[in-house]
């Protein structure tokens, strides 16, 4: 059985395809969320483990809800 990508793992694939999916480049997706390019970059890879008020802010940006975003995680 194989073992499940981490959460933060999952989350961030999630918001890359969700990003590219709307045609945002990542900088391009960092200004509207108003965060760094480097820390969307984290979050991508996996590697930042994000407060609820950047997740927030990521899901509107995208025009989805919470749940959307986490559909599937």
């Known amino acids: 059985m194989a073992k499940r990508a981490d959460i933060l793992e999952r989350f ?6 969700l990003r590219a999916e709307q045609g945002y480049s990542q900088e391009g997706f960092a200004a509207a969320c108003q ?5 969307i ?3 991508e890879r996996g590697e930042r483990n ?5 997740i927030e ?3 509107q940006t995208l025009g989805i ?3 959307e975003l986490m559909k599937g995680l």
Do not use: M
């Not at 965060?35 to 820390?39: A, Q």
């Not at 994000?50 to 950047?54: K, V």
């Open 57 to 59: 802010t990521i899901a």
């Open 65 to 67: 809800t919470l749940s």
């Open 12 to 17: 961030g694939q999630r918001v890359r395809a």
């Open 35 to 39: 965060l760094d390019r480097t820390y």
């Open 41 to 43: 970059g984290g979050i």
């Open 50 to 54: 994000l407060a609820l008020r950047n």
